[in-house]
Each structure stands twice: as structure tokens, then as C-alpha cells.
């Protein structure tokens, strides 16, 4: 009988147990290597999680840290060092860019699932992005533009897809230590996402936007090498091919892979997708993959009845965490089109980056995530189920739109910095009733055969999201900012409502699941 399947009651006093019930680490074996299921090294939490939540810090790092630049490296006129297209046209690519990541952790998470296993996905993924960011730097113009997203988006998505499967596999699904070791992942997340904007845009608004794109550059390869030294740290079940494709079958996926890059350098080729419509065409595709990934699921013959109904169940979700992202996201679109116009920026005299604005919004959610932690586990079974968490995350993100219009329509330098704060503490609010709850239901409504790919069909509702934020984005330099904010606002308000008078049906999908 395997260590997780011993009868109810019935206890193994195993010195590994024991050592860990007692706060001790055990030792390692015969060939140096430790249990991370019973190593306490990393804060009580198994040392493999220190790996883990350096890749995804430096990562984060990197990510964040190029994005707070991108928009502005685009728009900004050739003098200032940008390339100099309209704002439009540049939010568009960074919607797209943007809902290119997430939707490839549908990707990264098939690979993992179906062909190497999580951990070598996340390691080869954190080798792609830092090639992409290096091309950035190094590569002038568009064409730096074109391989350094194309790299970065890839690399990204799968390593998001696969960075909270292998933090999964360090615990046992009854280890008390678990949420903790979560959360703390969540921190270096965020920690990579506050650094990220201050360093590459001080480097950006001093020296260049390339010695920007350098440092995402360099964050990611501390990260890497960080990463390497401690693979051989985690458990067997990181490498683990949970549901491994036929080899029979590899041929044919090989062919559709290499159809559908020929596909899309027609479609460039022939002028049929350009940067002015790149964003239509990832949402497109991402609506697709959606409704695609569904069905797939919802018909497999491996997935049971329960399962089936637990599925259908997160479909709900997925429209409201769409709408959330989809005004979110505008952090990195409208929101830095804003700081650049209207946010009075002058702090005793100095003129703040743009890009710092980004670090705000990591601040608050360090500071708050500990808060709402101790809520839900103070709470316990009276804590708001799922579907309300999600209803009040969408409905205060649409409250966070409207206050911005006693701000519209105002001039160059008119809207306060500490009215952008307070906005963005509104953000964080939301954010931490629908993301990190997202994640954890996305796992706990999974089929047993499509654990992975439901992380990644959670990050799909980011893609489409995201990239809908950038489409918008066209919208706000076309119509008046009240019609815009107000709009928007009532929208999201509007579906969280209607998720919140559906919470009975939606739990009854959800088989126990709150």
C-alpha cells in the first residue's frame, strides 16, 4: 500500500512522518537527496519551493518589467527612442502580446501533460524567455519587437502553465502546509512584479529602452541559473507525464504543428494579419481554443459524471474572470496611456517614471494577500463560496472603473497620484477575490486526467481577457473617457450581479466544491 492510500485512522509512524510532525528536516539519503514531501528547509516549507519561487520571482521580474516599457517603447516617437506608432495600433499589440501568454499555456500545459512533464516544460520555457528578452535588447526595431514577444510569449505560457503543477507536487493533498507554501509562491510572484517596472524604467527613462529589455534580460537568467542548481530537489512526480500521448500518434501532431506555423507565416505573409488587427485575431483564436478545450473535456470518456458536471460548472467562472481581466488588464494599455497624459507624476520635484505606476498595484497585493488569507481561514466554512468571491471580484473591478470619472476629460497633469493609489488599491481588492481563487478552483474542479490543462484553461480566460483589454484600449483614445469608464464599469457590475443571483445553481454543478 502506497504512503497516501493507507485506510482512514490508520497511521504510519514512519521516522519521516514523525521528523516532520516535529518540525525537523529530514535527512537526506544515500545519494545526498532529501524528501520534499517531509523537508521543512524553506520556512517550514520544503527547500524545492525556494527554486520554484526564484524562476517565478525572476521571472516575474523580467515579465512585468519588460511589459511596463512595451507600450511606450512603441508609441514613443523615434526621437524619445520609440518606434514610433500610434497608440491604437501599439495597445492592440500589447492585448495581443498579452493574450498570446496566457493562451499558450493551453501549449505549455498539452506538452506537460501529454509529452515531457511539468518540470522539464518550466525549465526549457524559462531558457525561451530569456532568449526573447535578450532579443529585445539587442535586436533594433520591429524586428527586436517581433522575436522577443514571439519568444517571451511561448516561454511564458509555459512556465505559468507548469510552475503551479510542480508547487503542487511538493505536498500531500492532506499536508497542512500546503496553502501556506501557496502563498508564498504568491509572494514572489508579486515581489518579481514590484521590482520589475522600477528597475527597467528608471533604465528606460535614463539610458535607453534597451538597457530596460537587458534587465528583464538579466532577472531571468538569475533565475534560470537559480532554478538549475535546484531541480535535482524536487519530487519524482514533477516529471511525471500524467496522460502520455501515443507514440503512434506523434507524427501526427508533429504535422500539425509544423501546418500551423506555415498557417500563420501565410496569413503574415499575405498581409491578412497585421499589427493593426493582430488583437482581433488573438481573440478570435482564443475563443476558439476556449470553446475547443471545453468540448474536448466535456466528451472525453475519461472524465466521470461528477467531473463532467464540475466542468460545466466552472463554465460561469470563466465568463466572469473574463470580464474581470478584461478592464484589469488595462494596467499595461489604458492605464499607462493615462499615467503618460493625465497623471500628475512630480514627487518634490522629480518627475516619477511612467512605468512605476505598475509597481503599485504588487505593493498592495504583498500587503493585502496575508490579510484576506487570515479572513478566509478565520472564516472557515462561512467564508463566501467561489461563485461569490468571483461576483464581488467583477463587480468591484467595475467600481474601480467609475471612479475614475471625476477624473475624465481633465487635461495634462490633472488627475492627483494618490487618486491612481486609491484606484489601484481598488484593483488589488478584486483581484484577490477572483485570481488566487481562480487558480485554487481551477484544481480542485479538474478531471483527474486534464489537471494541468484546467490550470491552463483558467489562464485561457486571462488570454481572452487580456487581449480584449487591448482592443478596448482602441476605443479609449476614440471616444470621451466618461462614456468609456462609465461603460465599462456598469458592464462588469452588471455580470457580477448576475453571477451572484446564479450562486445556487452554479454550486450544484460544483458537486461540493465551494
Keep these: 500500500m502506497q504512503h497516501g492510500d493507507r485506510p482512514a485512522g490508520e497511521r504510519d509512524e514512519s521516522a519521516a512522518d514523525v521528523g516532520a510532525t516535529a518540525g525537523i528536516t529530514a535527512p537526506p539519503d544515500e545519494h545526498g537527496h532529501r524528501d520534499a514531501r517531509t ?9 524545492a519551493l525556494a527554486h520554484i519561487f526564484g524562476v517565478e520571482m525572476w521571472e516575474r521580474f523580467s515579465f512585468y518589467g519588460m511589459q511596463s516599457i ?9 526621437s524619445e527612442g520609440g518606434l514610433g506608432m500610434e497608440q491604437s495600433a501599439a495597445a492592440g499589440i500589447v492585448g495581443a502580446y498579452g493574450g498570446a501568454v496566457y493562451l499558450s499555456t493551453i501549449l505549455g500545459a498539452w506538452i506537460a501533460d501529454r509529452l515531457l512533464g511539468s518540470e522539464r ?16 535588447a539587442l535586436l533594433p526595431g520591429f524586428l527586436g519587437v517581433g522575436v522577443g514577444l514571439v519568444l517571451v510569449a511561448f516561454g511564458s505560457g509555459g512556465l505559468k502553465a507548469n510552475a503551479t503543477s510542480v508547487v503542487g507536487t511538493l505536498y500531500t493533498r492532506e499536508d497542512p502546509r500546503r496553502d501556506a507554501g501557496f502563498a508564498l509562491f504568491y509572494l514572489g510572484i508579486n515581489l518579481g512584479a514590484f521590482l520589475g517596472p522600477l528597475v527597467t524604467g528608471i533604465l528606460q527613462s535614463t539610458v535607453g529602452f534597451h538597457w530596460g529589455f537587458g534587465a528583464a534580460a538579466v532577472g531571468m537568467a538569475i533565475g534560470l ?214 487558480l ?24 481572452l481577457g487580456t487581449a480584449i483589454a487591448g482592443q478596448l484600449a482602441e476605443f479609449y483614445t476614440s471616444v470621451p473617457e466618461a462614456v468609456y469608464f462609465g461603460v465599462l464599469g456598469a458592464i462588469a457590475i452588471v455580470l457580477g450581479g448576475a453571477l451572484a443571483l446564479a450562486t445556487k445553481p452554479v454550486l450544484r454543478l460544483m458537486h461540493g466544491v465551494r
Excluded at 39 to 47: A, L, M, S, V, Y
Excluded at 70 to 78: A, G, K, M, Q, T
Excluded at 121 to 136: D, E
Excluded at 441 to 462: D, G, N, R
Aim: aromatic residues 12%; proline residues 6%; glycine residues 8%.
Design 121 to 136: 516544460v518550466l525549465f526549457t520555457s524559462a531558457i525561451v524567455i530569456m532568449c526573447g528578452h535578450i532579443a529585445l
Design 225 to 438: 541559473i537559480q532554478y538549475s542548481f535546484g531541480r535535482k530537489g524536487l519530487p519524482p512526480e514533477a516529471s511525471v507525464v500524467p496522460n502520455p500521448l501515443p507514440r503512434e500518434r506523434r507524427g501526427l501532431v508533429v504535422g500539425i504543428a509544423i501546418a500551423a506555423v506555415l498557417l500563420i507565416a501565410a496569413l503574415v505573409l499575405t498581409r491578412l494579419v497585421t499589427a493593426e488587427n493582430l488583437v482581433t485575431w488573438v481573440i478570435g483564436g482564443t475563443v476558439v481554443a476556449a470553446v475547443a478545450y471545453f468540448i474536448v473535456i466535456l466528451s472525453s470518456h475519461a472524465v466521470s459524471a461528477v467531473e463532467r458536471s464540475r466542468v460545466l460548472g466552472f463554465i460561469p467562472l470563466f465568463i466572469a474572470s473574463v470580464a474581470f481581466w478584461s478592464l484589469y488588464q488595462q494596467q499595461f494599455t489604458v492605464l499607462t496611456i493615462y499615467s503618460d497624459e493625465k497623471l500628475n507624476r512630480d514627487l518634490f520635484g522629480w518627475e516619477m517614471p511612467i512605468s512605476w505606476v505598475q509597481s503599485i498595484n504588487p505593493v498592495f497585493i504583498i500587503l493585502l494577500s496575508g490579510v484576506f488569507a487570515a479572513l478566509w481561514t478565520k472564516l472557515g466554512d462561512r467564508q463566501p463560496s467561489t461563485p461569490v468571491k468571483f461576483a464581488l471580484g467583477t463587480t468591484i473591478m467595475g467600481v474601480a472603473f467609475l471612479l475614475f470619472l471625476p477624473f475624465a476629460g481633465g487635461g495634462a497633469n490633472s488627475t492627483p497620484l494618490l487618486a491612481i493609489v486609491g484606484i489601484l488599491f481598488v484593483f488589488t481588492v478584486a483581484e484577490l477575490l477572483l485570481s488566487p481563487v481562480g
Design 39 to 47: 523537508d521543512r528547509g524553506f520556512f517550514g516549507q520544503p527547500r
Design 440 to 463: 485554487s478552483v481551477a484544481t480542485k474542479l479538474a478531471p483527474e486526467k486534464f489537471h494541468t490543462q484546467m490550470v491552463a484553461l483558467f489562464f485561457l480566460s486571462v488570454a
Design 70 to 78: 512595451l507600450l511606450l517603447y512603441l508609441y514613443f516617437s523615434v
